[in-house]
Every structure is written in structure tokens, then in C-alpha cells.
């Protein structure tokens, strides 16, 4: 089967389409054919290899995986004889490294869930990921209510898109920052009020906010604290990646330490699988309550074009590969 890999980090030009043996399930897995996957911010690090301080989970200096990528949908081929709840034929979607490829294996009991129907392949391989992030730094770590004023700080991204559909799921007035192209994505995605960050300072505004999503990393705790209420929290998902030895880490340090002496607090996460969490994003993408927005599609082929464009600019949405058809 072909997938991507690399042998070193570096640019997109590192990447290489190879022909790997094609897994085989064991008792407790399925064999995914693989219809679609997308990228992530996360599939960009590890290409990298930064932030240089994550380089002993990596590898020191070659990768200790030349595997990428993480979001799948296709179709199962194949099950173990201790799986239950799938067979060859069902539709899936869910997160398992390595996923740049024609086929993965999944444990049945881990991040896999089946696709509805009235989701295509690349709408379903767009959600894991992104959408997981919002949700868990939106309910777990904000501990979101109805009614509450939510701040999505860079609504135009993978993670952005999806966290303003999922906080009006939860009932909340969102507001969204993002430039002038994630306008109209952040109004059809339900926002309340939109801030294009490029004509006005939202940090300069009136309102103020019981939860702060900040994805795009790039305002500091004195500026994020004008608009938090008394009690308000920042959930840092995202930061700047132009800092080679830390990455996104010291912008979220920094939000931390300016708010150790606050009644506002700043946490930071990074946001785990599990199947409960994807059996909820499933019915909220089965019921319509959010819709991924993608924004360019690319080949398996193309993968070195599909990592140049979401490293160089600033996707609105998500990055798909569209890996096999019927």
C-alpha cells in the first residue's frame, strides 16, 4: 500500500509517497481502507520535528515513527475475532497515527466510531481531531454553561470553526475573532458577533467574556484579561509555531504565570481519544449541529503541496486528502 513518510524532519519537501506493507488486524482490531484524512497543526510539529524540546518523545534526531497524520475515514475490510460492533462493509471515522496511508488498524474499542450517513468521507475524516479539541477545551477544561459569553480567538481554523458550532451547541453567545476570509465561515457556523481582527481590536471592546478559547496564541494575558468577566477562564488549544525550541508552549507558559495572582484563571491542553467523546461528535455531526468546513482538498500524491499550504498560510478550515475511491 502507498503512505507518506519521512526519514528525517524537516519542510514538506522531506515527504515521500513509499510503498509500506499493508497492515493485518489482529484479534482486536479492524482494517480500515482509507477514503479520506486531514491534516493537522499537530501532523505539521511532528513532520518538523518541533518544538525542539519534544525531540526525546520524537526522536533526537530521526524520527522514531516515519508515519504522519491521525484523522481517517473510509471503510472497514477486515475484522478480528474478538471485535465487536463492526464487520467489513461499515462506514468509519476516527483517529489512529499513522493514518497518511491507504490502510490503517484500529483497536474496535478505541477511537473509531461509525460515519452517518448523511456525512461524506472527507466531512467525517475533518472532525476527530479539530473538533475533539474544541469540545474538550470547551466543556472540560471551561466547564461551559448556557447563556455564558464565549470568545473564540482565531475562529477561522480548523479548531476555530468547530468550536463556534460547539459552543452554540451548548447554548452560549459566541463571539468570533478571525481575519476577513473566516467572516462568512464564522457567521454560517452560528456566531453571534464577529470581530475581524484585522480592522478591530477585540481586546479594546466592551464585552466581557466568561470563557476565552484562544487558538490563535497571539495575545498575551494582558491584553486577553480587558475582556475576561471576574471570574472568566483563557483555554489555551493553540499558539504561534515560529518559535523553534518551544513551539506554542511559551505563549500558554505565559498565560499561566500572568494569571497566577487572578480570580481569572489560564489552563492548557492537549486533547486526548476516547470513544465517548467521538460517539458525541458523531451525533452532533449526524444531527447537523456542526458541519466541517474544509478548505482545499489535495491527493494523496500531493501531500508535500498539502503541508506547504497549511504551514505557509492560514487555512480556513480544515486540509483534506482524498486518498482512495470506490
Known sequence: MKAVVRNSFGPPRVLEISVVDRPVPDDDQVLVRVRTASLNRADWYAMAGRPLLGRPMMGLRRPKSNRLGTDYAGVIEAVGKN?????PGDEVFGGRDGALAEYVCVRHDRAIVHKPPN??????AAVPVAALSALQGLRDRGGIQPGQKVLIHGASGGVGTFAVQIAKAFGAEVTAVCGPRGIE???SGGADHVIDYTRDDFTRGDDRFDIVLDVAGTRSWRHLRRVLAPRAIVVGVGGPKDNRLTGPMS????LRLGAMFSR??????IAKFNKADMETLRDLLADGRIAPVIDRRFGLEEAVAAF???GDGHPQGKVVLVIGRE
Open 264 to 269: 481569572r484563571r489560564a489552563v492548557f491542553f
Open 185 to 187: 465561515a464564522a457567521r
Open 83 to 87: 471485535v465487536t460492533g463492526f464487520r
Open 119 to 124: 456525512a461524506t468521507f472527507e466531512q467525517a
Open 251 to 254: 505563549h500558554m507558559l505565559g
Open 308 to 310: 506547504d499550504y497549511m
